[in-house]
T-cell receptor, first 114, second 114 residues
Framework: AQSVTQLDSQVPVFEEAPVELRCNYSSSVSVYLFWYVQYPNQGLQLLLKYLSGSTLVKGINGFEAEFNKSQTSFHLRKPSVHISDTAEYFCAVRVNTNAGKSTFGDGTTLTVKP | DVKVTQSSRYLVKRTGEKVFLECVQD?????MFWYRQDPGLGLRLIYF???????EKGDIPEGYSVSREKKERFSLILESASTNQTSMYLC?????????????FGPGTRLTVL
């Protein structure tokens, strides 16, 4: 079975600073990797995904993530955050042979301060 | 625009009541999911369905049942609501294969059981 660990439950950062949200996973087979964002009182929406190919993937709102197979990591980065990036972020992994079920991390709350 | 809708944003019920949470998707997705979200615990899968009338237990199925009579609709049933089922409930759907294999989420139902 696969698992996901988000290494930081809370990340406070000042506006316009860079940020990295860390995600490690474990799986014995190939996986797809996702980052979702949840704004207050809303459902989750996809930020970006890694299926195959280039290990650096770019998503919406200026976010990007790098897949590192040897370190089994998929860290999310943004070079300069805005107040509007304040949200909860979830890393998820899906085994590419199953029926679509994903395993989610516990989430990281990003708080951007002025 | 793709859409997953949930029947209520907020719901208040009494202990022992039978509760129905409805989810509808308009994307012809095979897979549908019910999660509950609690602070610090991330998303926990209750049940999922990969086809009409098919269902599988997730990580925390106790106290819940589901119904999928039509492809677009997936219902979560609390047979006898209890206070420890007070939570945010999220529905999601996805395709099984291809490149569109991320999950699409509804806005959530915040259920309070008194």
């Amino acid at each position: 079975a696969q698992s996901v660990t988000q290494l930081d439950s809370q990340v406070p950062v000042f506006e316009e600073a860079p940020v990295e949200l860390r995600c490690n996973y474990s799986s014995s087979v190939s996986v797809y990797l996702f980052w979702y964002v949840q704004y207050p009182n809303q459902g989750l929406q996809l930020l970006l995904k890694y299926l195959s190919g280039s290990t650096l993937v770019k998503g919406i709102n200026g976010f990007e993530a790098e897949f590192n197979k040897s370190q089994t990591s998929f860290h999310l980065r943004k070079p300069s955050v805005h107040i509007s990036d304040t949200a909860e972020y979830f890393c998820a992994v899906r085994v590419n042979t199953n029926a679509g079920k994903s395993t989610f991390g516990d989430g990281t709350t990003l708080t951007v301060k002025p | 625009d793709v859409k997953v809708t949930q029947s209520s944003r907020y719901l208040v019920k009494r202990t022992g009541e039978k509760v129905f949470l409805e989810c509808v998707q308009d994307m012809d997705h095979e897979n549908m999911f019910w999660y509950r979200q609690d602070p610090g615990l991330g998303l926990r899968l209750i049940y999922f369905s990969y086809d009409v009338k098919m269902k599988e237990k997730g990580d925390i199925p106790e106290g819940y049942s589901v119904s999928r009579e039509k492809k677009e609709r997936f219902s979560l049933i609390l047979e006898s609501a209890s206070t420890n089922q007070t939570s945010m409930y999220l529905c999601a759907s996805s395709f099984t294969g291809g490149t569109y294999n991320e999950q699409f989420f509804g806005p959530g139902t915040r259920l309070t059981v008194l």
